[in-house]
């Protein structure tokens, strides 16, 4: 079965300091990623996403995500969070051709303003 | 555009009562799917559809019946609630190809 590795499961900045969250998945073929966010008391909404091509993907609010399929890592980078990034970010994924999406335990960010 | 629309936001229960979460998607979407999200152990697929008249179990389905009798709604059903199904639970739908579209969640707590 597939599985996904989140393994920061909390982290806290202080604003302007660099993200990187790490994301792991257990599965030897073609896949789609996701990193979703969900902020206090909200639903999970799409970041960004990697289907093929470019395996730097840019998404909304400054985030990027890097695939590398030899790591088969999709770890998540904003240059400079702000106080508004406190949320709780996961990332998914889905083996390509079927529906199912596999999600990480999550990872819970505090930025300290 | 409504998207996915849960209902109840809010439920309280007792131990032993049964209930039926709603979903709802506008999008001509075929696969749904239902998870509940706990503390520290992310979201964990329930049940899933990908199209009318089938479903299938997920990761934790005891407890649980789905049914799917219109590409739109695929509602919940808790048979028998207990204390261990207090948790939020999410509704989700989405294309081949595409990313999974999930409703505002519904907050339920088991007494």
């Known amino acids: 079965a597939q599985s996904v590795s989140q393994h920061n499961h909390h982290v806290i900045l202080s604003e302007a300091a660099s993200l990187e969250l790490g994301c792991n998945y257990s599965?030897?073929?073609?896949?789609?990623l996701f990193w979703y966010v969900q902020y206090p008391g909200q639903h999970l909404q799409l970041l960004l996403k990697?289907?093929?091509?470019?395996?730097l993907v840019k998404g909304i609010k400054g985030f990027e995500a890097e695939f590398i399929k030899s790591k088969f890592s999709f770890n998540l980078r904003k240059p400079s969070v702000q106080w508004s990034d406190t949320a709780e970010y996961f990332c998914?994924?889905?083996?390509?051709?079927?529906?199912?999406?596999?999600f990480g335990t999550g990872t819970r960010l505090l930025v300290s303003p | 555009n409504a998207g996915v629309t849960q209902t109840p936001k809010f439920q309280v229960l007792k131990t032993g009562q049964s209930m039926t979460l709603q979903c709802a998607q506008d999008?001509?979407?075929?696969?749904m799917s239902w998870y509940r999200q706990d503390p520290g152990m992310g979201l964990r697929l329930i049940h899933y559809?990908?199209?009318?008249?089938?479903?299938d179990q997920g990761e934790v389905p005891n407890g649980y019946n789905v049914s799917r009798s219109t590409t739109e709604d695929f509602p919940l059903r808790l048979l028998s609630a207990a204390p261990s199904q207090t948790s939020v639970y999410f509704c989700?739908?989405?294309?081949?190809?595409?990313?999974?579209?999930f409703g505002q969640g519904t907050r339920l707590t088991v007494v």
């Open positions: 998914a994924v889905t083996p390509q051709g079927f529906q199912k999406l596999v």
């Open positions: 559809s990908v199209g009318a008249g089938i479903t």
């Open positions: 599965y030897g073929g073609t896949v789609n």
């Open positions: 990697y289907f093929s091509g470019d395996p």
């Open positions: 989700a739908s989405k294309t081949p190809g595409s990313e999974a579209f």
């Open positions: 999008m001509n979407h075929e696969y």
